[in-house]
């Protein structure tokens, strides 16, 4: 039997708790249904082409979410903290990949140290080059708020530890903000390759500059099919590391038990700096590939991207790795709907809405383990 990717192991119960409010979470999860239909279903019909956009558009948002709430799932899973200052190491690494690419002009290195290198081979190996910058200084930067916020609190009351997240999400946003780091102002982003788009019209084709597509097609991206494919190896990549390496049995074991873990000679505190690492380096990837989707940066950039990815992760299952990725597409599904067919205001609401109807319906998510308790 194939393994649940998942940082929180199943325990043995005899009997589940169910939630007295569950049936009003219930009542309001089949009105939505109800209503998504009523909006989406005659308006899918009446211009297939645009729902289909739209769901790309959806799909484009879900899997940037995605990468941002793997770093909330496993922090959860091993140290049961929401990390709120996750959101902001995501801004963090937009911004490097932009100081990378504006004032150091790092995606043209090989041009300039091999001349004659072919210029596609140039982008490719410029960009991956501003992408694993941007995700070492988040992984520096998540690694020294650990050791100075979070291991000082570790044997505190959980509280105390979620206070100090939010504080230093507050400090990066503002500190940010300051003239002489960030500035708040809104910074055009410039992307490190050019954007190339089809479209799709009875057959797929190259959108020339200047040119528009016809009518009823359906477009898409160099950025859609990075973005994609960055994701879902990430994905598998993730999956292969928790379930087949030594690391990854340590990041289950001490999930699991952290004094055992101890005993059986796992160093615990590395294990947990290893975790926010990790989950640092792929919200650095998402940053990037978010800026570059969206060329708009500022010093609160991290704080919606960030809220709807925890929002992914308790939807999905916070803990579960699967989850994370499930949650985060029926997000971004949710926002591209909602600002199609309903109201682009209104995307923030229905993300926080659909946070309280599974806290109602099923507080541990899709995937999470349901709440036990002995008999």
């Known amino acids: 039997m194939q393994k649940e990717s998942s940082l929180t192991p199943p325990q043995p119960v005899l009997r589940q708790t169910k939630s007295p409010l569950a049936w009003i979470g219930q009542v309001f999860l089949a009105s939505l249904v109800i209503l998504v239909l009523y909006l989406i279903v005659p308006n899918a019909i009446k211009d297939p082409s645009l729902f289909v956009q739209f769901v790309l558009n959806g799909l484009q948002l879900g899997f940037v979410y995605a990468l941002i709430a793997l770093g909330y799932t496993m922090v959860y899973g091993i140290v049961k903290l929401i990390n709120f200052a996750h959101g902001d ?44 910058l941007s995700m070492l200084m988040c992984i520096l930067l998540a690694i020294t708020i650990e050791r100075v916020a979070y291991k000082p609190l570790r044997d505190a009351p959980r509280i105390a530890a979620l206070i100090t997240a939010i504080g230093v999400s507050f400090f990066l946003e503002y500190f940010g903000a300051l003239s002489f780091v960030f500035t708040p102002r809104f910074i ?46 990430v994905q598998f990549f993730l999956r292969f590391l928790v379930q087949n390496t030594k690391i990854g049995i340590a990041m289950r074991a001490s999930s699991f038990d952290k004094p055992t873990a101890r005993l059986m000679g796992i160093n615990v505190d590395q294990v947990i ?23 708009s940066i500022y010093s609160l950039l991290g704080v919606l991207p960030g809220l709807k990815a925890f929002v992914a992760a308790v939807l999905g299952g916070i803990g579960s790795i699967p989850g994370a990725l499930v949650g985060a597409l029926i997000m971004g599904q949710a926002e591209a709907m909602t600002m199609a067919y309903i109201s682009t205001p209104m995307r923030d609401a229905v993300a926080f809405a659909i946070l309280i109807i599974v806290l109602l319906v099923r507080p541990t998510g899709i995937f999470g383990e349901p709440e036990k308790e002995k008999a």
């Open 273 to 295: 700096s290893f975790t926010f690492a990790i989950g640092a380096g792929f919200a650095g990837l998402g940053g990037v590939l978010y800026a570059i989707a969206y060329p």
């Open 89 to 132: 190491v995501f801004m963090v690494g937009a911004f490097t990949s932009f100081y990378a690419v504006t004032r150091f002009s790092l995606h043209r290195w090989p041009a300039n140290v091999f001349p004659g290198m072919p210029e596609g081979l140039v982008v490719v190996i410029g960009s991956v080059t501003v992408v694993l």
């Open 188 to 233: 055009p982003y410039q992307r490190p390759f050019e954007v190339i788009t089809w479209y799709f019209n009875n057959g797929f084709y190259l959108i020339q500059p200047g040119q528009t597509p016809p009518d009823k097609s359906i477009t898409f991206s160099n950025i859609f099919i990075i973005i994609v494919v960055t994701s879902i190896v």
